[in-house]
């Protein structure tokens, strides 16, 4: 392992910061050793970061459980966009805040954003001593203080885990999910991500709590003997076998869960198409109303004024559908309207009346027009919820005489370089290495990466790489869902 020492310089009066990513932030020194802090961490002389509300109003970042607003946010290794991020999380995931610094949050690796995150342990060959690891491999012991290295989401290699987001102590215990040699003889593990450790978001990518949104931790719903991390299949398949039954009826009752939301989405589109409907029929019958009042106008002022551009513009909107016109005609149809109103507002007030009635129906015949388009959108993704929880319960009610269950993972172990090509079969609730599978010219196996499946065929143990290898004759997804 690579130890750098950082010298900062501290003015008198001044203390380092002393969250371990500002430390290792790639700012000039002299913009983060020397520059006075305030007791929450903010520069002196500079305003607490803001982040904003749901309507866009900017309001101090305070500690708490707070959610992501863009489509994506990465979770970064220091408080800067050059420290690379170790974690992405779509929007609406709640983070605990815990403070604020160079516009960013400081957040806590807690919640369900973090319960499959992993960190590493990088260890040298004269330090081995200081970490115990069980008969079983699976817990960690650390004897001494030790760094907790992030992973770079950009990179697979080892190597470049260089940004610590956490330390441990003597003493303290860590799930080991896999180990890996590295060079000089010395070792990596990878573990499951400790709450002590923390990260970076930017604080303008985050909202309070809204209404109906939780602000504390939300609690699971898997079976109690499926929480924590489980025994894997393979060493204690009978104990996993027992709650299966439990997690396929946790699995079903979130299924129904789906099918109910989904019979809602349908009733209120249901609703909003009724809505739309109503709409029309009043507008046909104000569009009648309008018909019969200007057929009585034309009757009794035969000779009396005629506008020429009213009269053309009645002429092409009698002849076309509203419904047929796009929404650049329509707008365009308006904006004559309209003009036509005002020009004769004072002259002719009947006549800007009729102006101003066929623009405020136009109008009304682009939102119902909108309105179609949405129902359209509404109904598709109904069927796709359909066909989604079809597949679903099919995977649920079949079960196969699989050797083994898991998640197929690419292997940063074996990857053709100084060991054989193989995929891994994780654990999908710990992330643990159940097994790895070697590749079959006959299966295509890269298409089922990330996804949750179950293999036909042999297992055995490789006495060369001291691993679980599966043969496989095929290959089954037997989850939508990861």
Not at 287 to 306: G, H, M, T, W
């Amino acid at each position: 392992m690579l130890h750098l020492t950082l010298v900062l310089t501290i003015p008198l009066g001044q203390t380092a910061p002393s969250d371990p990513a500002q430390g290792q932030s790639e700012a000039p020194a002299a913009d983060t050793a020397t520059t006075p802090t305030s007791p929450t961490g903010t520069p002196a002389g500079e305003s607490a970061a803001t982040a904003t509300d749901g309507a866009g109003t900017p309001e101090a970042m305070t500690p708490g459980i707070w959610y992501t607003t863009p489509h994506m946010t990465e979770v970064r290794s220091g408080p800067n966009h050059a420290n690379y991020p170790f974690l992405r999380v779509p929007a609406g995931t709640p983070l605990e805040v815990k403070g604020d610094a160079f516009g960013y949050a400081k957040i806590a690796t807690t919640g369900p954003a973090f319960r499959t995150s992993t960190g590493w342990i990088l260890i040298d060959a004269d330090e081995a001593d200081s970490y115990k690891l069980s008969d079983d491999g699976v817990t960690g012991t650390i004897t001494s203080t030790c760094q907790v290295m992030a992973p770079d989401l950009n990179s697979t290699n080892i190597d470049d885990a260089f940004r610590w987001v956490g330390v441990l102590q003597g003493g303290d215990t860590v799930d080991v999910i896999e180990t890996v040699s590295t060079a000089g003889g010395g070792e990596a593990w990878r573990i499951r991500m400790p709450a002590t450790a923390e990260g970076w978001v930017p604080v303008d990518a985050l909202r309070r709590a809204g209404e109906g949104e939780s602000t504390t931790w939300p609690q699971g719903n898997f079976p109690k003997g499926l929480t924590g991390t489980p025994d894997s299949p393979l060493t204690n398949w009978a104990k996993w076998s027992d709650h299966r039954t439990a997690w396929a009826d946790a699995m079903q009752a979130e299924a129904q869960k789906a099918a109910e939301a989904a019979r809602l989405a349908e009733a209120a589109a249901a609703a909003e198409a009724d809505r739309i409907r109503r709409e029309a029929q009043a507008a046909a019958e104000a569009r009648a109303e309008a018909e019969a009042l200007a057929a009585k106008q034309e009757e009794e002022a035969k000779r009396a004024y005629v506008n020429d551009r009213f009269r053309s513009l009645e002429a092409l909107v009698n002849a076309t559908s509203i419904s047929g016109l796009d929404d650049r005609a329509a707008s365009r149809l308006v904006e004559a309207y309209t003009k036509i109103a005002n020009e004769e507002a004072e002259a002719h007030p009947d006549l800007a009346h009729l102006a101003t009635f066929r623009a405020d129906q136009i109008r009304l015949g682009m939102e119902i027009n909108a309105d179609r388009d949405s129902i359209s959108g509404l109904r598709a993704q109904v069927e796709q919820s359909t066909d989604d929880l079809t597949a679903e319960a099919q995977s649920l009610s079949t079960i196969a005489d699989y050797v083994i269950q898991g998640r197929l993972a690419v292997s940063l172990v074996f990857d053709g370089q100084n060991k054989p090509i193989m995929y891994r079969i994780e654990d999908p609730l710990s992330g643990r290495s159940l097994a790895y599978l070697a590749p079959s010219t006959s299966l295509d196996l890269s298409s089922l990466l990330g996804q949750r499946i179950g293999v036909v065929g042999t297992i055995d143990f490789d006495p060369d790489w001291h691993v679980t290898v599966v043969q496989p004759d095929r290959v089954d997804l037997v989850s939508v869902t990861p």
